[in-house]
C-alpha cells in the first residue's frame, strides 16, 4: 500500500471550551493537568486525521505554560501534525485565549507531543509524510528533525556525532 503525502492543514484539529469553576483551582485558575489531557485529546485527532490510524501518545516533548488561564475564560486549541517520520508524528499544540469583549484572542500555551501510528496488536505502522505549505509549518517541520535527535540522544538511543541537524547548529563549515 503507497501512502500519499499530506499537507499540513489537513490534521488541523481545533477545540474550544468554556473554563469553568470545576476546571480552576482555589485561585482560579485552569488545573494545568486538565489543559494537558485537553492538548493530549486534541493531539492525538490531528496525528489521527494525518496518519489514518489508530494512534498512541509517546511522548509529551514540551508543554509551556506561560501564564494562568482563569475562571471564565474561552479557550482554543489548535493541534497540527508537524512532521512525520517512520510510524511517529510530532504534533504541535496552541493554546490562545479570546477575550470575549474585544474579540481578540492571545497565544498563553502550547505543547508538542508525538505520537505512533498503530495496528491492532500495538505494532507500529507507517505514515504519510507530510508537507509544509505556510512558513509556520516549515519552521516547525524544519525544528522537529532536531527535536527528535535531542530526544534520542537525551534517552541514549542516538550518539551525539551522529546528529547531523543539532551537529550543523554548532558546527560551521
Same mark, same amino acid.
Given at each position: ?6 499537507? $499540513? $492543514? ?133 525544528? $522537529? ?5 535531542? $530526544? ?22
Amino acid at each position: 500500500m503507497s501512502l500519499h503525502p499530506k499537507r $499540513a $492543514a489537513e490534521s488541523l484539529t481545533i477545540s474550544t471550551q468554556h473554563i469553568l469553576p470545576n476546571d480552576t483551582n482555589a485561585l482560579g485558575n485552569f488545573f494545568g493537568g486538565r489543559l494537558l489531557e485537553w492538548m493530549d485529546t486534541a493531539a492525538a485527532i490531528a496525528a489521527q486525521r494525518h496518519s489514518n490510524r489508530v494512534v498512541v501518545t509517546a511522548t509529551v516533548n514540551n508543554v509551556s505554560f506561560k501564564e494562568p488561564i482563569k475562571l471564565g475564560s474561552v479557550v482554543t486549541l489548535e493541534a497540527k501534525v508537524s512532521r512525520s517520520f517512520n510510524s511517529s508524528m510530532e504534533v504541535f499544540i496552541d493554546v490562545f485565549v479570546e477575550d470575549m469583549v474585544t474579540g481578540k484572542r492571545r497565544k498563553c500555551n502550547e505543547a508538542i507531543y508525538t505520537f505512533v501510528a498503530i495496528d491492532q496488536n500495538g505494532s507500529p505502522l507507517p505514515v504519510p509524510e507530510l508537507i509544509p505549505e505556510t512558513e509556520e509549518e516549515k519552521a516547525r517541520f524544519e525544528g $522537529a528533525l532536531r527535536r527528535k535527535q535531542l $530526544a534520542l540522544i537525551l534517552a541514549g538511543k542516538m550518539k551525539p556525532h551522529e546528529a547531523q541537524e543539532l551537529k550543523a547548529l554548532f558546527l560551521q563549515d
